[in-house]
């Protein structure tokens, strides 16, 4: 695409814009070449078990891209593959309507769209053990400490960033906390959007940058939930 405009490009002649979001037709082979590398995978080591994709969404672009290009790859329903998209900007009325007008917009309005995951798992006891967790997703940006703890817990073995990936596990482990002691148990499966990992192997693909998590750790001191020790400020590494 062209460049912005008053913004030189980095490598002049030789850089790639792509539309915000990933909602661009340049995105069309990048998620296909995804959808064909997850197949081989799950064809080579998941021994026949159902798997469930699951990735964070801002327009949720990527994940209706990738859940095309798999349904497309996987018409003969040789292998049990569903995606399932967290939102991080927006609702899930924002998320399923996005996705749809970009099907309808491909022509691919045939093939569904994503199972879009709840913030809270459809469990009373879930909720009467965390009164305190709020049946909506986390506002885009806006510091908040479930975001930090997850971001915190992973980071010695899985660096997240705090505004797409933190968020969307922080959600993800709600559900897995209710679910767990069913995964990964191989044989015949059903796939339960109510329930989405149950009795299934869960493949994460991460969506999202990592160079904006100090400014996003500045945030989070600014609100006074950490200090100002625990950011590693630009150029002082």
């Not at 349904?71 to 996005?98: H, W």
């Not at 045939?110 to 997703?137: E, S």
């Not at 191989?186 to 109510?194: A, L, M, Q, T, V």
Request: proline share 9%; aromatic share 8%; glycine share 10%.
């Amino acid at each position: 695409g062209e460049p912005p405009l008053a913004i030189e490009p980095p490598v002049p002649g030789e850089s790639l814009y792509v539309p915000q979001g990933g909602a661009s037709g340049t995105a069309l082979a990048g998620t296909r070449r995804l959808a064909e590398e997850v197949i081989s995978f799950w064809k080579d080591r998941g021994q026949g078990r159902p798997l469930t994709i699951c990735l964070p969404g801002g327009t949720c672009s990527t994940a209706v891209l990738l859940h095309n290009a798999i349904t497309g790859m996987n018409s003969k329903k040789e292998l049990d593959i569903q995606v399932v998209v967290i939102p991080c900007v927006g609702d899930e009325f924002y998320a399923n309507r996005q996705m749809t007008a970009l099907n309808a917009e491909l022509g691919s309005s045939n093939n569904g769209i994503p199972t879009v995951l709840p913030p809270i798992p459809d469990d009373p006891a879930f909720t009467k053990k965390n009164p305190n967790i709020k049946n909506q997703y986390f506002s885009f940006g806006e510091p908040h400490p479930a975001i930090l703890d997850t971001y915190n817990s992973m980071k010695d073995e899985l660096v997240l960033d705090l505004l797409y990936g933190a968020p969307s596990w922080t959600i993800l482990l709600r559900h897995l906390n209710v679910q767990g002691k069913s995964q990964n148990k191989g044989g015949e499966s059903s796939f339960d959007p109510i329930v989405p990992f149950d009795g299934r192997s869960i493949m994460y693909i991460h969506s999202g940058g990592l160079e904006g998590i100090n400014t996003q750790l500045l945030r989070y001191k600014y609100k006074g939930l950490i200090e100002l020790d625990d950011i590693q400020l630009p150029g002082t590494a």
